[in-house]
């Protein structure tokens, strides 16, 4: 965390017809933020056939995006800074988060749940490559999610080293938004009697330790004669029931007893919740 307040940066795409969208954000930036990089990348400009027209295009995004930064200033009351980049997005946009000491990346997926292109394909290339390698946090909403004002925090856990990272942050999270939490287990084989009672005495003592710190807490395991897939499939479920506003993940493999958001599943909350999704790659914890 900064001393100075918590930094976010917002890449945004402002040839995106569904920019507007953004301004749905804005509630939950007030309480993620004290300042704001609002980052624009402009690629592929040798298609323009001269340097004035490069000066023109570059002119007019840059005041695109000034006014945005504006409008983000006007109605969050953060500090906000636009910021205009050339060359590749994924990279300029893990460049950025790392120059400007960012605690947390929040950016569209440009997919929509209902789209059948997005249903038979994985994220995007730049979605893809800053949830996978970012070194903070990474909250991302499809292009019709609610987002609304986080209240109740979905948190699935297994049974990996890394529950415990991914308690803190919810903790963190939910202190900062004054959100419960909601932990849910999902057991893909109901056969398998020793990995159930090891969940739920996670589940129980991971309860507890929420509880200590003051925040509403409830857990679920939920079982189903699937397979590793209808994990995610469960998540999106059970969070949709409860009326949630915000998943948060792990998006490295974990090996242990319980494979649990590899690769495709994690693509898969991403792109299909209803509500954002909080990415976070586990720390190496030496163990």
């Given at each position: 965390?900064?001393?100075?307040?918590?930094?976010?940066?917002?890449?945004?795409?402002?040839?995106?017809?569904?920019?507007?969208?953004?301004?749905?954000?804005?509630?939950?930036?007030?309480?993620?933020?004290?300042?704001?990089?609002?980052?624009?990348?402009?690629?592929?400009?040798?298609?323009?056939?001269?340097?004035?027209?490069?000066?023109?295009?570059?002119?007019?995004?840059?005041?695109?995006?000034?006014?945005?930064?504006?409008?983000?200033?006007?109605?969050?009351?953060?500090?906000?800074?636009?910021?205009?980049?050339?060359?590749?997005?994924?990279?300029?946009?893990?460049?950025?988060?790392?120059?400007?000491?960012?605690?947390?990346?929040?950016?569209?997926?440009?997919?929509?749940?209902?789209?059948?292109?997005?249903?038979?394909?994985?994220?995007?290339?730049?979605?893809?490559?800053?949830?996978r390698e970012s070194k903070v946090p990474v909250f991302t909403?499809?292009?019709?999610?609610?987002?609304?004002?986080?209240?109740?925090?979905?948190?699935?856990?297994?049974?990996?080293?890394?529950?415990?990272?991914?308690?803190?942050?919810?903790?963190?999270?939910?202190?900062?938004?004054?959100?419960?939490?909601?932990?849910?287990?999902?057991?893909?084989?109901?056969?398998?009697?020793?990995?159930?009672?090891?969940?739920?005495?996670?589940?129980?003592?991971?309860?507890?330790?929420?509880?200590?710190?003051?925040?509403?807490?409830?857990?679920?395991?939920?079982?189903?004669?699937?397979?590793?897939?209808?994990?995610?499939?469960?998540?999106?479920?059970?969070?949709?029931?409860?009326?949630?506003?915000?998943?948060?993940?792990?998006?490295?493999?974990?090996?242990?007893?319980?494979?649990?958001?590899?690769?495709?599943?994690?693509?898969?909350?991403?792109?299909?919740?209803?509500?954002?999704?909080?990415?976070?790659?586990?720390?190496?914890?030496?163990?």
């Amino acid at each position: 965390m900064n001393p100075s307040g918590r930094t976010v940066l917002l890449p945004v795409d402002l040839d995106d017809k569904t920019l507007f969208r953004l301004e749905r954000s804005y509630e939950n930036l007030k309480f993620l933020a004290d300042r704001i990089i609002v980052l624009y990348v402009l690629e592929n400009l040798g298609h323009l056939s001269s340097d004035r027209d490069r000066k023109d295009l570059i002119a007019k995004k840059d005041a695109l995006l000034s006014d945005l930064a504006d409008d983000i200033r006007s109605k969050t009351g953060a500090e906000v800074r636009p910021v205009l980049q050339k060359g590749k997005a994924s990279e300029e946009i893990l460049n950025a988060a790392e120059s400007y000491n960012a605690d947390l990346i929040a950016m569209s997926t440009h997919t929509h749940p209902e789209d059948d292109h997005t249903e038979k394909h994985t994220l995007g290339a730049t979605t893809n490559r800053v949830v996978r390698e970012s070194k903070v946090p990474v909250f991302t909403f499809n292009s019709n999610v609610r987002l609304k004002h986080i209240r109740k925090i979905v948190l699935p856990l297994d049974l990996t080293v890394e529950t415990r990272q991914k308690v803190t942050y919810a903790i963190d999270m939910a202190m900062l938004f004054k959100a419960s939490i909601h932990v849910v287990s999902v057991l893909w084989s109901t056969h398998i009697e020793d990995i159930r009672a090891e969940l739920q005495q996670q589940m129980d003592q991971v309860k507890n330790f929420i509880l200590e710190d003051g925040i509403e807490c409830s857990t679920k395991l939920i079982e189903t004669e699937g397979n590793t897939k209808a994990l995610a499939t469960s998540v999106l479920k059970y969070a949709d029931e409860i009326d949630a506003d915000l998943i948060m993940i792990m998006t490295q493999q974990e090996t242990k007893l319980v494979e649990f958001f590899l690769g495709s599943s994690a693509q898969t909350i991403i792109r299909l919740s209803n509500i954002p999704v909080m990415s976070i790659i586990p720390k190496d914890l030496g163990v």
